[in-house]
């Protein structure tokens, strides 16, 4: 692993951390965003989880220390996390990859902000991501879908503490900050295929599936898994059968994506 300190949002240091195979050559990076609300660092399934990324795609994988609530707002924590991708972009050489195997991934919140850079690196045409991995994603700002209404008490994650995290992480934004809220988007077309996974029992579950919906409106590629049984921050068990298996899927797709 090595550490490295760049330039975040307004030139402010954050730190990314770069992790890659020792025993084969690759050529493939993912930029990766933990979830956590937008307010929780890391916990060590996302890094048992990410070190499985790296090892059987296998990639070399950056994994960002974007800014977090309640001190850093939207849009801190997306536009750190379109710095750690840009610098990724930049330094081709120094990482050893090519520019055009660059992919974004994130869980829950982190995913919110794979998609968001994902959209911003669109619009601003400074940099073309090659895939997207969204696992339970962050989507919608709004919070109005059926499941949303659902599950307001589950375990790990419910709508009552989604909305808090939406109150505290748009509080100093106007209303239509899009690229926090990526369904909410001036367009998804254009956009890079992408891998969504859902979860059964999770308020998020119903703005993932929405999503790769807008995205399938555009003709874009998007592999859905709709996981059973299962609800958010599922994978945190992970010697569990259906952790292993979408673990698995995970790999194949990000596999197949670098091609």
Known sequence: MTKKTISGYNGDEITIHIYEPTDVETKNCLVYF??????????????????????????????????????YTFPFGLEDGYAATKWVFDHPEELDIKKDRIAVGGDSAGAAIAAGVTLLARDRAEMEIAFQLLIYPVMDKKQQTASMQTY??????????????????LKDTASDANYASPIDADSHHNLPSAYIEVA????????????????????????????????????????????????ALRIEVLKKAFE
């Open 34 to 71: 933990h979830g956590g609300a937008f307010a929780l660092k890391e916990a060590p399934y996302h890094l048992n989880l990410c070190f499985d990324y790296a090892l059987q795609t296998p990639c070399k994988l950056v994994f960002v220390d974007y800014r977090l609530l309640p001190k």
């Open 200 to 247: 059964e029992f999770d308020c998020l579950r119903d703005e993932g599936i929405h999503y790769a919906e807008a995205l399938r409106n555009e003709q874009i590629d998007v592999i859905l898994n709709k996981t059973e049984g299962t609800v958010h921050g599922y994978d945190m068990v992970e010697s569990s059968e259906i952790v292993l298996k979408s673990k």
């Open 152 to 169: 307001t008490d589950t375990p790990m994650w419910n709508s009552v503490l989604n909305k808090k995290m939406w109150k505290l992480y």
